[in-house]
């Protein structure tokens, strides 16, 4: 009966083992081993076998070690700030009251609303030109200003739109994890006289870690992969300000036929992903055990 029930198991495994390995892990493979060519995605069937050399000029590449800072200055703003916010956001709407539903459908919406369309009302908000920031700005005597064409404008409109989308995701993950603290906790810290600020420092915030170590390895690695808020926001500029490592490598590929500097670059960004991912769930794990012990 088991190795009949084992049978059933692989059968009803066996179309996503497909299609993961067709769609993802082979592509992945691909991507690798380009990395030591000298690829060119305009010219099929032309490809040489480079060695490290693209690894080795990944360095002196134009714009990547710029576009690298671009991207771990977002992942270091946006990550804790997402966070943060979500957080008070969380403690905020937890319990039982009227509306609850309706505020954390609407904090959320933004996570799963379109990127592409988000970011084009985002753009027209910021738009020097009949724009309602400016609009307001004016309003008070403040000159227009062009966010999305000027630095470092354009970079703090990028991160405050990504913020604005990673919020509603920590807030939903966050109220998850509140959830799950036993009410009687907050009984008895209250029977001792602490209140609402002094209950969520000393009960509610050391509980949801784990969740705050899931959040920062998720946010990290979206962080890692920002590109359609840069490609429509800024299309990367100006100067290159707002260019992250995903928007170069589609440049290097897309635009400049360089598919082996462009792989390479690919190649870098997931071992970053990696090695961030595996110090977060050692850092997790180590706290995990000193709790027990």
Request: net charge positive; no cysteine.
């Amino acid at each position: 009966m088991y190795e009949k029930e084992g049978r059933a198991g692989y059968a009803l495994v066996a179309p996503t083992t497909v299609l993961l390995a067709v769609f993802y892990l082979y592509p992945l493979a691909q991507t690798v081993a380009y990395s030591f060519t000298d690829w060119n995605p305009g010219v099929p069937g032309a490809v040489s076998f480079v060695g490290l050399q693209n690894f080795a000029d990944l360095a002196g590449a134009s714009g990547f070690l710029q576009a690298l800072g671009t991207t771990v200055l977002i992942a270091v703003v946006v990550v804790p700030g997402s966070m943060a916010v979500g957080l008070v956001l969380a403690a905020l709407l937890d319990g039982s009251f009227r509306g609850r539903t309706v505020y954390r459908t609407l904090i959320f919406a933004p996570h799963i609303a379109p990127t592409v369309g988000s970011a084009l009302i985002f753009s027209y908000l910021l738009t020097p030109l009949g724009g309602l920031v400016n609009a307001a700005l004016k309003g008070v005597g403040i000159p227009a200003i062009p966010f999305l064409t000027t630095t470092p404008w354009a970079l703090v409109a990028v991160i405050i739109f990504l913020l604005w989308q990673q919020v509603g995701y920590s807030m939903v993950i966050y109220s998850a994890a509140l959830s799950t603290i036993p009410p009687s906790y907050h009984e008895a810290a209250k029977l001792d006289g602490a209140g609402a600020v002094r209950r969520f420092l000393s009960i509610s915030l050391p509980l949801v870690f784990p969740t705050s170590g899931f959040l920062v390895i998720t946010g990290l690695l979206s962080s890692l992969q920002v590109f359609t808020q840069v490609f429509v926001l800024t299309g990367g500029g100006p100067l290159d300000s707002t260019k992250t490592v995903v928007f170069w490598i589609y440049e290097q590929g897309f635009l400049f036929f360089n598919g082996g500097l462009a792989t390479a670059g690919s190649v870098v960004l997931l071992l970053v992903g990696v090695v961030v991912t595996l110090l977060q769930l050692r850092f997790l794990s180590r706290r995990d055990q000193i709790k027990m012990v």
